[in-house]
């Protein structure tokens, strides 16, 4: 298991278009990866202006997440700068599994 962890802020102006273009055109473009996904709102207390949001990608190799990264995520990235502007921006983590539970 090989997990990407892209998280998105958007600050409050850019809210209504940003919530558009995550139920349509993200979870379109999500869903043609062909990966398992969640796509999640984040709370947290320590946010006071904007939202967060999330999309949790899961991999079968890091090979095949390296791969994604390179091939599709550079093109994603750069569709929301040219539409959003610096009103949402893209925080990427790569979670290596050391322990999985039950």
């Given at each position: 298991m090989?997990?990407?962890s892209v998280t998105f802020h958007c600050e409050n102006n850019a809210l209504p278009?940003?919530?558009a273009y995550?139920?349509?055109e993200m979870i379109s473009r999500v869903e043609?990866?062909?990966?398992?996904?969640?796509?999640?709102?984040?709370?947290?207390?320590m946010l006071q202006e904007g939202k967060n949001f999330n999309?949790?990608?899961?991999?079968?190799?890091?090979i095949e997440r390296e791969s994604f990264?390179?091939?599709?995520?550079?093109d994603f990235a750069e569709?929301?700068?040219e539409t959003f502007s610096?009103?949402?921006?893209?925080?990427?983590?790569?979670?290596?599994?050391?322990?999985?539970?039950?």
């Open positions: 090989s997990l990407l278009k940003w919530e995550m139920s349509g043609k990866w062909g990966h398992s996904y969640i796509i999640s709102e984040v709370e947290t207390e999309i949790l990608l899961d991999f079968k190799s890091p990264l390179n091939d599709y995520f550079a569709s929301i700068k610096d009103k949402v921006m893209i925080f990427v983590t790569i979670l290596n599994s050391k322990r999985r539970g039950n």
